[in-house]
């Protein structure tokens, strides 16, 4: 009995971690996540766990939704005209090996991206989608004590998708890094803006001798 409460305790906070809808924690290890507009007018619904089974609705808006886990196979969106406030708490997203976007804001989103204390945060995203897509007339702003990796094979770090227009990106804490390995930016796109007021930023397009920042 000893030895098993021993080995519980010694369990790494990972392996103990899953969703608390109560708190607003959302596992994406667990499952996809969608966060799109909830049923009563200034509410936010959010669909979790496998298979999207579980849905939360009626989030108050202003309210701010935390994402944990790690996952190769899940991803999060924020659905098309969605205000919501996001909090990134030792979340790892590779999708590198696959076709898919780790973090995807849709048309119209207005996300504000807190990178929780002392945490470290990746995003990684396969074929030409951006790790965290900020497309055409969606806004994003990054902000936190944190850090964030976001890396894509072919498309924005944080922007467009390759070859395509980004949004408006606005860095004013954390640590960040944002990387493409050819056809994209670091952050940016073809259009869209970039502001840095605060934090440390790293934009690189490693095939390019650039600064990785691309504001059209």
Known sequence: LMCAVLIFTLLPWAALAESVPDDLIFDVS??????ETGTNSGTLKVTYGASGASELDNIPGSEAITIIGTTTSNSVTVANGVTANITLDNVSIDLSSTSGCAFELQENAVVVL???????NSLGSGSAYSALHVPENAMLTIGGSGSLTAFSTNGAGIGGNGGGSGGSVTINGGTVTAASSSYG????GSAGTTVITGGSVNASIQDTPTNGVDNG
């Open 30 to 35: 667990e499952g996809s996540i969608i966060i």
């Open 114 to 120: 807190t990178l929780a204390e002392s945490t470290d």
């Open 185 to 188: 930016a670091g952050i940016g």
